[in-house]
């Protein structure tokens, strides 16, 4: 063989390992298996070809959170440049490749720290430390909050003592969206520690009855009554929506027990590959039916004083048929670090039955 020959095989070689490893990282930028890390939101995803796992993580801490077949996630996952985009209802979650588990992530956390109150304590104020977005808009330094509420435990400080000076700290930001249980046991103890009341719900359920009672002579309700409807007279109509969840078709029928619909919706909901579409599509189908038994009313009143929210795309699904024109919602960003992400813009865009009056 010439040395021409020789040098000639060699540079073949190398092409063909250049274009080999192109065709590799061309696969990785758009494969979706692997692992991922939010942008915000504080979560490190692992997908692979069944299962897609979320972990929560702050900087001392990474715990397994849920787990999803591949199939109730798929239609929403696309990548680009080694950056997957994750879509739930009507959010868009981005997030970057990384090579492997964060190290947090891969030590599983010992007994001893799971039911340390001093490690709980620090995991609640740096999962809010570090995700958590309106501190400027509550007015809250939480910085000052850590000083104020970490004195109050040690070692040796009973459960129902943390959950109250939980409790307490997380009241402090007085944001309706920010909550947190217990058992009832625990909370009954808890709740004798702080100078808030443990006092019942008010009756939410039996005011809306009342109400659909005295002006409904007869109504239609769905999914145990998440949305009741019906007239109050020729020229009026009345939709009370109650939830922005449950909405789908699950076979649940108004003879059940609240105990025989759950069990229902469960057994249904781990059949479904896509729950966001099933809500949807449930909540479509029975506004289609209020509008068919309530259109020709002259006035029509959407009561939404009991709904104690759910997703946003159900929502904006109800919005949709009261929507004379297309028009901006709302705008979000996510928090990354000290700054946020760029901007989303959500639309409402009419259905083809929207109301005309």
């Not at 997030?95 to 109150?117: F, H, Q």
């Not at 919005?319 to 919602?329: D, E, K, Q, V, W």
Request: proline share 2%; aromatic share 10%; with cysteine.
């Amino acid at each position: 063989m010439t040395d021409q020959t020789k040098a000639f095989l060699l540079t073949l070689l190398v092409l063909s390992g250049i274009l080999s490893s192109s065709r590799l990282h061309a696969q990785s930028n758009t494969d979706t298996n692997g692992t991922w890390m939010a942008r915000g939101y504080g979560w490190v995803v692992e997908i692979d070809s069944e299962t897609i796992k979320m972990y929560d993580i702050t900087k001392i801490s990474c715990k397994a959170n849920v787990e999803y077949p591949i199939e109730m996630l798929s239609e929403g996952l696309s990548v680009s440049n080694d950056v997957l985009s994750m879509k739930q209802g009507i959010t868009i979650y981005t997030l970057d490749r990384i090579s492997r588990l964060p190290e947090l992530c891969t030590k599983k956390i010992s007994k001893k720290n799971l039911n340390n109150s001093m490690y709980n304590f620090e995991v609640l104020w740096h999962t809010f430390n570090e995700q958590y977005a309106y501190f400027k808009e509550r007015r809250v330094d939480w910085q000052k909050s850590y000083e104020k509420y970490r004195r109050l435990i040690n070692n040796q400080t009973k459960r129902a003592e943390l959950f109250a000076t939980f409790y307490q700290m997380l009241e402090d930001l007085e944001d309706g969206h920010v909550s947190i249980d217990a058992g009832e046991k625990l909370m009954k103890k808890a709740f004798a520690k702080t100078r808030y009341k443990n006092t019942p719900d008010a009756d939410f359920k039996g005011l809306r009855r009342a109400i659909v009672s005295k002006y409904l002579e007869n109504y239609n309700t769905h999914n145990l009554s998440r949305t009741i409807w019906g007239k109050i007279n020729e020229q009026v109509g009345y939709v009370q929506v109650n939830s922005m969840m449950v909405q789908g078709d699950y076979g649940i029928t108004e003879g059940m027990t609240s105990k025989e619909a759950k069990k229902m919706y469960y057994k249904t909901l781990a059949k479904s590959p896509d729950q966001m579409e099933n809500e949807i599509n449930g909540m479509n189908n029975t506004m289609l039916k209020i509008f068919n038994e309530l259109g020709e009313t002259e006035h029509l009143i959407l009561d939404l004083r009991f709904n104690g929210g759910g997703e946003d795309a159900v929502g904006l699904t109800v919005l949709s048929y009261f929507a004379p024109s297309a028009r901006t919602i709302f705008t979000k960003k996510e928090r990354i670090g000290d700054g946020f992400g760029p901007e989303r813009i959500t639309e409402l865009t009419p259905c083809g039955s929207a109301i005309s009056r």
